[in-house]
């Protein structure tokens, strides 16, 4: 039959305990360890709590100006950075619009090249016509003058008549 509590508190109250030195200086120990640890504790707490308030101006003053260095430094490394970056993007985009402003030129120059030599081509056609124009006008008079002469000189040996005047028809246009 089970025991009720009472009777195994009775039970365990009465049962002899053998004395173990083992387990009592393996407690003393732990306890030792836990004394100089918590008076470590107290005596550096009370320390750190004591001598505070002696340099905290100093201290923090220090530590702000550090602070600000290294943030001024990041700044300024962070904006020379950015300044480059800026830099080299605005190189690049003046190169390739200076390169798009070259092509465009070239293009404009050629296409100004091709309408100036069809302009002259044109021209040349032109004055060659007139040439021809003129060179026929010039051949016709020339037949004209030579038929005209020719008649002259028949005319004169058949009839032994004065010489006529030569009259030249200038038909050129300026």
């Given amino acids: 039959m089970p025991l009720s509590r009472k009777d195994k508190y009775k039970t365990r109250k009465n049962q002899k305990r053998v004395f173990n030195p083992r387990l009592n200086a393996t407690n003393i120990t732990i306890k030792r360890i836990l004394l100089f640890v918590g008076l470590s504790i107290a005596l550096f707490a009370s320390t750190s709590i004591a001598f505070a308030d002696t340099g905290l101006n100093q201290y923090l003053q220090k530590w702000y100006f550090e602070k600000l260095k290294s943030v001024e430094e990041n700044l300024t490394n962070s904006v020379m950075t950015e300044t480059e970056n800026q830099k080299a993007q605005l190189l690049r985009q003046v190169r390739e619009q200076t390169e798009n402003s070259i092509k465009e030129l070239h293009e404009y120059a050629l296409k100004q090249e091709m309408e100036i030599n069809q302009k002259v081509v044109e021209k040349m056609e032109e004055a060659s016509k007139v040439i021809e124009e003129e060179n026929q006008v010039d051949l016709q008079l020339s037949k ?28 050129k246009q300026p």
């Fill in 144 to 171: 004209d003058l030579i038929n005209q002469q020719a008649k002259d000189e028949k005319a004169i040996l058949e009839n032994n008549t004065p010489e006529p005047t030569i009259e030249v028809k200038d038909n």
